[in-house]
T-cell receptor, first 108, second 114 residues
Framework: GQNIDQPTEMTATEGAIVQINCTYQ??????LFWYQQHAGEAPTFLSY????GLEEKGRFSSFLSRSKGYSYLLLKELQMKDSASYLCASHGFQKLVFGTGTRLLVSP | DSGVTQTPKHLITATGQRVTLRCSPRSGDLSVYWYQQSLDQGLQFLIQ???????AKGNILERFSAQQFPDLHSELNLSSLELGDSALYFC?????????????FGSGTRLTVV
């Protein structure tokens, strides 16, 4: 089966750094994805990790530890437009299963 | 525009009715996935097709069915609708089921059952 946990909500200030954690239990694990979703809109792909370590992409970085079933998304230099839900999703047995998402509120 | 087209964008219907949601995948993508997202809920995986064949099933109700046609577009049929079926229904596509580029999502169909 697949089980994903991430915090429900986080708040941060513009210009700050925030880390969103995700733990997962996935049969046939084949990779961990992060998506961004603004309210009422489609999720958009942010990052993919299949090997342990850190993947950096501009202001966003994602980390994976397969042995611990743990990932995090790091957002730097926060901007107001980063206010959105961030979805952790694990891929296993040809299914991409999403967590319930972390709602990030960025304040001035 | 993500390249994944979903129609209609909005749908309002009564309980007990049947509706069909349509999805055209991004050009070159062979896999299609359907997800349901209720208010303040996560994306729930419903079903996946690859090149016309069903590949994986999630928590899809028996009242729901789907298929992928030879031209690769897909339809999700929802019947005997209940108030609780009101949700955003997303279609996504990828080149294949193991795509490391993730899935590309359409803009969704917002279904309201009254």
């Amino acid at each position: 089966g697949q089980n994903i946990d991430q915090p429900t909500e986080m708040t941060a200030t513009e210009g700050a750094i925030v880390q969103i954690n995700c733990t997962y239990q996935t049969s046939g694990f084949n990779g961990l994805f992060w998506y961004q979703q603004h309210a009422g809109e489609a999720p958009t792909f942010l990052s993919y990790n299949v090997l342990d370590g850190l993947e950096e992409k501009g202001r966003f970085s994602s980390f994976l530890s397969r042995s611990k079933g743990y990932s995090y998304l790091l957002l730097k230099e926060l901007q107001m437009k980063d206010s959105a839900s961030y979805l952790c999703a694990s891929h296993g047995f040809q299914k991409l299963v999403f967590g319930t998402g972390t709602r990030l509120l960025v304040s001035p | 525009d993500s390249g994944v087209t979903q129609t209609p964008k909005h749908l309002i219907t009564a309980t007990g009715q049947r509706v069909t949601l349509r999805c055209s995948p991004r050009s070159g993508d062979l896999s299609v996935y359907w997800y349901q997202q209720s208010l303040d809920q996560g994306l729930q995986f419903l079903i996946q097709y690859y090149n016309g064949e069903e590949r994986a099933k999630g928590n899809i109700l028996e009242r729901f069915s789907a298929q992928q046609f030879p031209d690769l577009h897909s339809e999700l049929n929802l019947s005997s609708l209940e108030l609780g079926d009101s949700a955003l229904y997303f279609c996504a596509s990828s080149v294949d089921p193991t795509s490391s580029n993730g899935y590309t999502f359409g803009s969704g169909t917002r279904l309201t059952v009254v």
